[in-house]
């Protein structure tokens, strides 16, 4: 009922920068909040940072001050900014949107398949 498509990753150098974006479309009623999510090898999927249908964010510790996020209600869609990109950043990174649909107003949690962001060193 509902998809989420990110775009925006790739290998960049570290110090570099990278815009993800993520567009959620279908039988959308309603979307609450939007955040991103990523996943290294080996490793638990961690929140990266999020935001609240009023404009309300919070971030990881390990990219306070280099990442932002941001939304555009309009066009249903969630970006993350990420400045001064290190090695460490490498992982899948998932767009997460929690989301009312016109046939199911209980808001429900939705995933995009993922784009891979690579930083080397």
């Known amino acids: 009922q509902v998809q989420l498509v990110e775009s925006g990753g790739g290998l960049v150098q570290a110090g570099g920068s990278l815009r993800l974006s993520c567009v959620a479309s279908?039988?959308?009623?309603?979307?609450?909040?939007m955040g991103w999510y990523r996943q290294a090898p080996g490793k638990q999927r961690k929140l990266v940072a999020r935001i609240t249908s009023g404009g309300s964010t919070n971030y990881a510790d390990s990219v306070k001050g280099r990442f932002a996020i941001s939304r555009d209600n309009a066009k249903n869609t969630v970006y993350l900014q990420m400045n001064s990109l290190k090695p460490e950043d490498t992982a899948v990174y998932y767009c997460?949107?929690?989301?009312?649909?016109?046939?199911?107003?209980?808001?429900?949690?939705?995933w995009g398949q993922g784009t891979q962001v690579t930083v080397s060193s």
């Open positions: 279908g039988l959308i009623f309603s979307i609450n909040r």
């Open positions: 997460n949107s929690e989301v009312s649909t016109i046939l199911h107003t209980i808001p429900k949690d939705y």
